[in-house]
């Protein structure tokens, strides 16, 4: 059993390397995983706040936010996203106990068929699942309106595992209920931003400088 979970672990290094070299072409993938670094082009991507690092829940788990408002395809590659993610998924997995597992929120408030790329939403699963060190363990979609529950949620449930599945949960109602079952699932007010009705005021560029400084 230990021989097959090295052989697995070994693959997934692999897979890894493989994957990012496509990802980020060979010109900025073997530099180091910094926004200087391999993430210095990507500035417009990152700067939008679609994806955001949120803090921990009870069980010292990061929990990152997907926030589909700010999303504009017009603005940037699916690549370019892609990198964005794979970055703030590392970042949030760094404040895990385990430095592997993450929760996800994501806000659909204001959603549109627009925001939504298949080839996106096949790269970033098909990341989680086969080739990054980290683990999704918790999708906590919020506000789901009519555009994704009727269009986009089918698609996304046809796409993915039966893991993935099972862990996604829909909140929707009023914001206090929203916020208790976050709380539920061990997500405090204290770190659901305040467009969902929490307590958190998110500043993305300010963020991203603070990493600069320290050259992550």
């Keep these: 059993k230990m021989l097959l979970l090295l052989q ?55 929990v990152l936010l997907f926030d589909c408002g700010p999303h504009d ?17 590392e970042a949030c997995a760094d404040l ?15 959603a549109i068929l627009g925001n939504f790329s298949r080839k996106f939403a096949l790269y970033a699963y098909e990341s989680e699942r086969r080739y990054l060190p980290i683990r999704a363990n918790g999708g906590h979609i919020c506000y789901p309106n009519v555009v994704f529950r009727n269009v986009i949620a089918p698609v996304v449930k046809i796409m993915i595992g039966r893991r993935h599945r099972l862990m996604l949960q829909f909140h929707h109602g009023l914001q206090k209920d929203v916020l208790s079952r976050l709380q539920d699932f061990g997500i405090s007010k204290e770190i659901v931003p305040y467009d969902l009705g929490g307590d958190l005021k998110l500043d ?13």
């Design 8 to 62: 697995a672990a070994a693959e997934r290094m692999v897979g890894y390397w493989e994957r990012r070299l496509s990802v980020f072409g060979p010109e900025y993938c073997y530099l180091p995983f910094t926004l200087e670094g391999a993430l210095q082009r990507d500035v417009v991507a990152l700067e939008r706040g679609v994806f955001q690092v949120l803090g921990t829940d009870v069980s010292n788990r990061g």
């Design 96 to 110: 895990s106990n385990d430095k592997v597992t993450i929760s996800l929120v994501a806000n659909q408030k204001n």
């Design 204 to 216: 993305v560029v300010a963020w991203l400088e603070k990493r600069r400084a320290l050259d992550l």
């Design 73 to 89: 395809w017009t603005m940037y590659s699916v690549h370019s996203m892609l990198r964005v993610l794979w970055y703030f998924m």
